[in-house]
């Protein structure tokens, strides 16, 4: 099993662990809940507006934020991370997330390329050379690919996004508990 397959097949599983590594390691306070919140919150944000372009398995989608980054879901997911690993108030917690996200999708972002470019081929090869694969462009590409429409809150839903925003809330949720038991000490 290539890394990347592996990387796609376990990441969740591998997150679940992490997850009750980084809350044991964690020593949140309101600042660092409301900071990390915030930033998380605009990493939903791009999550939210990307998901609301993409057609899973469908089309080769290269509007909206897909004419910026080839993966401006996995973007949004970075500055999750980032508003997370503040969230914890742990330099220990934040290295672990961040390694974690570094090299657990890099290397699925590799395995989505390759995936793409068997069933896309040239239109894919194009896209590819025009918009970067995770840090975006401040103008948008233009890709002379099929349309792939603009965004649609079906779409948004179809694509289970809300999900993100469950689990955000939640683990910050459990992040003010483990801070305000701590505090009670």
């Known amino acids: 099993m290539r890394g990347g397959d592996f990387f796609q097949r376990w990441r969740v599983r591998l997150g679940y662990l992490l997850a009750v590594v980084v809350l044991a390691l964690a020593h949140p306070t309101a600042e660092s809940l409301a900071i990390g919140g915030a930033v998380g919150l605009a990493g939903l944000a791009i999550r939210a507006y990307a998901a609301g372009y993409l057609h899973k398995q469908e089309v080769l989608t290269v509007t909206g934020p897909y004419a910026r980054t080839r993966n401006p879901l996995y973007f949004g ?57 995770f840090l975006p462009r401040l103008n948008a590409a233009r890709v002379n690919e099929g349309p792939s429409g603009g965004f649609r809150w079906a779409q948004y839903k179809k694509n289970h996004e809300y999900q993100a925003a469950i689990g955000f809330v939640l683990l910050l949720g459990v992040l003010a508990a483990i801070g305000w038991l701590r505090a009670l000490r």
């Open 77 to 133: 997911s970075s500055i999750l991370t980032v508003g997370a690993a503040i969230a914890t108030r742990s330099w220990i917690a934040a290295g672990l997330l961040l390694v974690y996200f570094a090299v657990v999708y890099s290397q699925v972002m590799q395995r989505e390329a390759g995936e793409l470019r068997g069933k896309h081929g040239a239109a894919f090869d194009a896209y590819a050379e025009t918009v970067p694969l």
